[in-house]
């Protein structure tokens, strides 16, 4: 896949780059508004992940630019703004998805896989790891083609990790993504390994041994 | 506190209190003088009558006595002179009547003579009276007219100061509109004007200037945030790290995950501050906290329990009512234990919400107040129930807090 990250700041910007270029993706980077309405105009992207902030510029001007040049680009902004009116503004003008910093490079990621997904199946969403295929429209997954009982949140899980596979999910990354910010709550994450353990045995089950834990208390999904 | 006077009262009293005392004193004064006065005559009549008498004795007239008026009588011993009052029977008033007697001894022609001389003293208390009445009349009418006068002027003269007190009053710090004051004639009131004016926008715009900075630094903290994160992120994906590297580091991540709150709080207060949130909306509380339930008891706390006999409804923004809802429960559950209930009741325009509690609190009034902790026990950001209260004061919603048998109850009254 191809990426386009506008982002000013460099270090963020170059953490995402690192984070995403470890799925073999190419990501170009724009530092400034120009550089982001340029190469936006120019080149195409699968997803372009847009600050709104941009030095010199509005971000929400590069996705009014993109949408008017007819760009099929996936379009994430991310935005130290929180409210909501910047949010219906953004969405309002074509971007697919909206973030709010600080993130999870793992919460980014699920989102660029989840609108990469609508954007490619043309509305099917299906989402495919060796025998494991979901339906995230349905919300059913199917191992060999047979459906599995998962509970809910044991279904957002089984997505969050094929959606990051080979990568490290901390307990906290993992509470975060599937409660938001009534995940403060917890004194501790126990209660995730009672989710996680229940969706490990179903997987096992079919045969479908991909959960690792990662060091002391993360969890990794990879093939053997 | 001693009690308050309104200003036009207190100076009316004082204008009242001043007259009642000079009408008292005036009219002591005109009593002393105007008897005085009258008996010093009295006194002199009598003095001449006994000269006219000792002259007409001591040219060998014949005197006779008019009894009460004069009596001479020839006397043995010479005695003392007595002037005195006495009251003696007028056959003709048919009633006893007040006379001013002198009695004298003189030696006329080798012959005492006792001389009484006794005049009737004009009813002079009468005269007092009607004189007294007529002064104080004189000053009541007097005052009622500069009271009427003086308290309209007064009320005129004050009235810039009125409506400008008025004003004050209705001063909010949120107001966007600057306070209108009244300039006025009068130095002082027009220097008071300028003062206020002053003083109101430097408040106003401290405020805002502080709200801002508020808003900004949390916003400004994102992006270095975001930047921790995703740096963490990629270092335990890079890098071999030890399972005690990875705990520091999900330590960092609990800490970055509290400023994220920390910051989201805030800048919700400040919006709240703003009047951001417009959408009014009628919210039905009884199935919002139905979900609310629902995705807590996902986070394993099963003990929220929801009694309610009717629905609850409430016209507010559905984000706030959202945040209010999950505030109260949120608390609720960082200060209980797992295996105690909390309880939820709607009822007609009430919510409660109750959770065991040990003891009281130590301060229940600073509950509302942001970053107030009573215990260091849980890491909240201290400013769940700040927002609350402030949801709670935007649609006028009155929200009280009580300890009762074992319990803390928070409860909200969303009648207006």
């Known amino acids: 896949m191809k990426y386009l990250i506008a982002e000013d700041e460099l270090d963020l910007q170059q953490s995402i780059v690192t984070y995403l270029q470890r799925d073999g993706n190419i990501c170009e980077v724009a530092s400034d508004f120009g550089e982001a309405l340029e190469k936006a105009a120019i080149y195409d992207y699968d997803i372009i992940i847009l600050d709104i902030n941009l030095i010199s510029g509005s971000g929400l001007d590069v996705l009014k630019t993109i949408k008017k040049e007819k760009k099929r680009s996936g379009v994430i902004i991310i935005s130290a703004n929180n409210s909501l009116t910047d949010k219906l503004e953004g969405l309002d003008l074509g971007a697919d998805d909206y973030i709010t910093k600080p993130f999870h490079l793992a919460e980014l990621n699920s989102r660029i896989n989840a609108v990469l997904r609508r954007g490619k199946y043309g509305g099917d969403e299906i989402m495919e790891f060796n025998e494991i295929r979901i339906d995230t429209k349905s919300r059913t997954a199917y191992i060999d083609g047979k459906a599995m009982p998962l509970t809910r949140k044991e279904y957002d899980l089984l997505v969050f990790f094929i959606s990051n596979k080979g990568r490290v999910l901390s307990k906290e990354i993992i509470a975060e993504h599937l409660w938001g910010d009534d995940s403060d709550l917890l004194d501790n994450f126990d209660f995730i390994y009672v989710h996680i353990n229940n969706l490990r045995k179903k997987l096992t089950a079919e045969g479908a041994k991909y959960i690792k834990t990662a060091y002391g208390s993360g969890y990794k999904f990879i093939e053997d | ?416």
């Open chain 2, 1 to 416: 506190m001693t009690k308050k006077t309104k200003l036009i009262k207190k100076t009316s009293k004082t204008f009242l209190l001043t007259g009642l005392f000079l009408a008292l004193l005036s009219s002591i004064a005109l009593y002393v003088y105007t008897k005085t006065l009258l008996e010093s005559e009295v006194e002199e009549v009598l003095y001449s009558t006994e000269v006219r008498i000792v002259d007409a004795l001591e040219k060998n007239h014949t005197l006779y006595s008019l009894p009460p008026v004069m009596e001479v009588k020839k006397v043995e011993r010479l005695g003392k002179e007595i002037l005195k009052d006495t009251i003696i029977y007028d056959p003709s008033e048919d009633e006893m009547e007040l006379f001013r007697e002198l009695s004298t001894y003189k030696v006329i022609n080798g012959t005492n003579y006792q001389i009484t001389i006794r005049n009737m003293v004009v009813e002079s208390e009468d005269f007092l009276l009607a004189i007294v009445i007529s002064n104080i009349a004189i000053f009541v009418l007097a005052f009622i007219f500069l009271f009427y006068f003086n308290t309209t002027r007064n009320l005129k003269l004050w009235s810039p100061f009125f409506k400008n007190l008025e004003q004050m009053k209705r001063f909010s710090l949120t107001s966007k509109v600057p306070i209108e004051l009244i300039d006025s004639d009068v130095l002082e009131f027009s220097e008071l004007k300028n003062e206020i004016s002053l003083l109101t926008n430097k408040v106003r715009t401290d405020y805002e200037s502080l709200k801002q900075f508020t808003e900004d630094v949390s916003h400004e903290m994102q992006t270095p945030l975001a930047i921790i994160q995703a740096k963490i992120d990629n270092i335990i994906n890079e890098h071999e790290i030890s399972d005690k590297q990875f705990e520091q580091i999900t330590s960092i991540q609990k800490d970055i995950q509290r400023l994220k709150q920390l910051n989201k709080r805030i800048t919700t207060l400040t919006k709240i501050d703003n009047s951001q949130f417009v959408n009014i909306e009628n919210i039905n509380l009884t199935d919002l906290i139905n979900e609310k339930i629902e995705s807590f008891k996902e986070l394993q706390f099963v003990n929220l329990v929801h009694t309610s006999k009717k629905e609850l409804s409430v016209s507010m923004d559905g984000y706030l009512a959202d945040i209010l809802i999950n505030n109260l429960i949120s608390n609720a559950i960082k200060h209980s234990k797992k295996e105690e209930d909390i309880t939820i009741k709607t009822k007609d325009n009430f919510l409660i919400i109750s959770n065991f509690g040990e003891k009281a609190l130590v301060h229940p009034e600073n509950l509302f107040l942001r970053f107030y902790r009573e215990s260091n026990g849980y890491q909240s950001t201290g400013l769940g129930l700040a927002i609350v209260k402030k949801i709670c004061d935007l649609y006028g919603f009155k929200i009280s807090y009580q300890f009762e048998i074992d319990h803390h109850v928070f409860s909200i009254d969303f009648s207006k």
